[in-house]
């Protein structure tokens, strides 16, 4: 079963205080990982796809990689802004061409001013 | 571009009654996923279509739950006799069929009496 394990549960930090998140998965035959930023009261935004291990994606303060077990997003000299539950999910083929997606639980991250 | 929509953007129904909740995905998206959302919580899923069928509805919660897609167009969500415990954010995802990326319309808050 694949599974995908997100830490911390909540992270506060200060601003300009840099992290980075962490995304552990367990699947067969990974066919991509997603990060995506949900607001309250929002649905979740997509931010970056990562295909194979080494890979990074950068947007703004974000930077995405992933290695064959883990994925971190580093968040760096983050503003009040960035506050938001960051989400994490995995896709990986099935048979007849299924596409499964399984999603963490998330991290809600609250930057302080 | 005209993103996921989805209607009504909040539902308050008394206990017992039925709900269908809609989903109008981006044009050329064959699939179409329904999540779960409890306050506080991760993501549930639901249902996957590709195009109008049902590959995968082994997160529908019980029989009460259904759903329905029209070709590569609009789904309903349908919960019949509806609980207490089915009140949640109920958010479908339109995806790109390559790269797999979702987008997520807004969710309709559901809040059952």
């Known amino acids: 079963e694949d599974q995908v394990t997100q830490s911390p549960e909540a992270l506060r930090l200060q601003e300009g205080e840099s992290s980075s998140l962490n995304c552990s998965y367990t699947?067969?035959?990974?066919?991509?990982l997603f990060w995506y930023r949900q607001d309250p009261g929002k649905g979740p935004e997509f931010l970056f796809t990562?295909?194979?291990a080494g890979e990074e994606k950068e947007k703004e303060r974000l930077k995405a990689t992933l290695t064959k077990k883990e994925s971190f997003l580093h968040i760096t000299a983050p503003k009040p802004e960035d506050s938001a539950t960051y989400l994490c999910?995995?896709?990986?083929?099935?048979?007849?061409?299924?596409?499964?997606?399984?999603f963490g639980t998330g991290t809600k991250l609250q930057v302080i001013p | 571009g005209a993103g996921v929509s989805q209607s009504p953007s909040n539902k308050v129904t008394e206990k017992g009654k039925d709900v269908e909740l809609r989903c109008d995905p981006i044009?050329?998206?064959?699939?179409l996923y329904w999540y779960r959302q409890r306050l506080g919580q991760g993501l549930e899923f639901l249902i996957y279509?590709?195009?109008?069928?049902?590959?995968?509805k082994s997160g529908l919660p019980s029989d009460r739950f259904s759903a329905e897609r029209t070709g590569e167009s609009v789904s309903t969500l349908t919960i019949q006799r509806t609980q207490q415990e089915d009140s949640a954010v109920y958010l479908c995802?339109?995806?790109?069929?390559?790269?797999?990326?979702?987008?997520f319309g807004p969710g309709t808050r559901l809040t059952v009496l």
């Open positions: 995802a339109s995806t790109d069929p390559s790269p797999y990326t979702q987008y």
């Open positions: 699947v067969s035959g990974l066919r991509g």
């Open positions: 990562l295909y194979s």
């Open positions: 999910a995995v896709q990986a083929s099935r048979s007849g061409g299924y596409q499964k997606v399984t």
């Open positions: 044009s050329g998206h064959t699939a």
């Open positions: 279509f590709q195009g109008n069928s049902a590959p995968d």
